[in-house]
């Protein structure tokens, strides 16, 4: 490779920035002693206590999960499939955030999937499959293709009136623009820690709603999730009383080390500052995008997209990535044709030289 590689993949793989990086260094040279020490788990409480303050929240209601189809799994298994049996979800959902749904059918429940238009979900297509028999609605707030953005605040609202909770696959928006579980009121939403967080993978979080945490059943108890972990001779497993009863044992400490890291980054950079950049260089690209003749497939206004640009042109987006991952730049292709993801740490002369290769790439857009 004769470049260095620009990563433009947030949607696929973040960038593991410098002081996640010396974090992970510090670690692996402590390890022997840390092993002796049970000095991981404040650190493990303060990367949870970091993801409750990116999401506007406390640590009590944050699990440390592997990742989000575990913890989509756990959800589906926690719920009573009853009289309300019905699941909601869309057409632009990935494999993690739908087989645990499917999967629900064995149970009784039934899955009534909402249909896309030009890779997006309409309101009105949610409203009309959502009734009180809906036990749940499970959307991706931003879709992995095209980057389209639910507004969770209506979906809630919604949702909440007939009756159903809401769970949220924050993976392709948490840590690229501002998120607040109170405010929005979602009973569930999970993140893994390997996009936009940019830190390694199988560190992931699930936040529960305190409201909805004691009409859940556990059916996964570990010592970690008990109401006094120290404890080893109980008779009984007394659950913990916030989200941390969908813990079970020893976590990936390693990953937490990064992403709490990473975290603090980004809350010191603030998400407002976060979100204001992303959406400003993004509309930018989309501009130029335009200009070169491509058809950009991610909605133009701000309340609808997120970090994630998508678009078509003449030649095969499967070709185009190839090209450009030659030329140093790493982007990737859905459905959605070209995906680039845009971070807050990417800079203008990144973009420029995307723009400059895609003018070699495809003359004709
Ligand atoms: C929206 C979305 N959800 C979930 C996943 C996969 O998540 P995990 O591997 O953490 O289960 C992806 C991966 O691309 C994704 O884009």
């Known amino acids: 490779m004769k470049h260095a590689m620009t990563n433009m993949d947030a949607a696929g793989a973040g960038s593991l920035g410098p002081e996640a990086r010396r974090a992970i ?56 499939v009853g009289p309300r049996s019905s699941v909601v979800t869309s ?13 629900c059918r064995r149970r009784g429940a039934t899955v009534k999937v909402a249909k896309s238009r030009g890779f997006r979900v309409p309101l009105e297509e949610l409203e009309r499959l959502i009734d009180d028999r809906t036990i749940l609605v499970t959307l991706s707030h931003v879709t992995y293709t095209s980057g389209f953005r639910h ?10 009136r007939l009756g159903a909770f809401v769970f949220v696959d924050a993976h392709q ?14 009973d569930f939403l999970a993140t893994g820690s390997s996009k936009w967080l940019s830190a390694l993978p199988g560190a992931g979080f699930l936040y529960v709603s305190p409201k909805v945490i004691d009409k859940l059943h556990t059916f996964l108890p570990g010592w970690l999730g008990s109401a006094d972990p120290a404890t080893v001779d109980a008779e009984e497993f007394v659950e913990a009383d916030g989200a941390r009863r969908f813990e079970t044992g020893t976590p990936n400490i390693l990953g937490y080390v990064a992403v709490g890291v990473a975290l603090e980054r980004l809350l010191d950079f603030g998400m407002e500052r976060v979100e204001e950049r992303i959406l400003s260089l993004t509309g930018w690209l989309m501009e130029e995008l335009d200009g070169l003749g491509f058809d950009v497939v991610t909605p133009r206004e701000r309340r609808l997209r997120a970090g994630i640009v998508s678009f078509k042109g003449s030649s095969d987006s499967g070709v185009v990535v190839s090209e450009l991952f030659e030329r140093g730049i790493k982007v990737s292709h859905t459905e959605a044709g070209v995906r680039v993801s845009i971070h807050y740490t990417n800079k203008e002369e990144e973009i420029e030289h995307l723009l400059k290769s895609l003018r070699e790439i495809c003359p004709a857009g």
């Open 151 to 160: 507004d969770l605040e209506k979906l809630c609202r919604l949702s909440h």
């Open 173 to 186: 928006s948490a840590g690229a623009i501002r998120l607040d579980v109170t405010e929005s009121d979602v």
């Open 91 to 103: 057409d632009m959902e990935f494999p993690s955030n739908y087989y645990p749904w499917i999967l």
């Open 25 to 80: 260094d510090m670690f692996l040279r402590d390890w022997d002693k840390r092993m002796m020490l049970p000095s991981w788990l404040p650190t493990y409480k303060r990367a949870k206590e970091s993801f409750a303050r990116l999401i506007g929240t406390e640590e009590n209601s944050v699990a440390g999960v592997p990742n989000v189809s575990t913890a989509a799994g756990m959800v589906a298994n926690a719920l009573s």
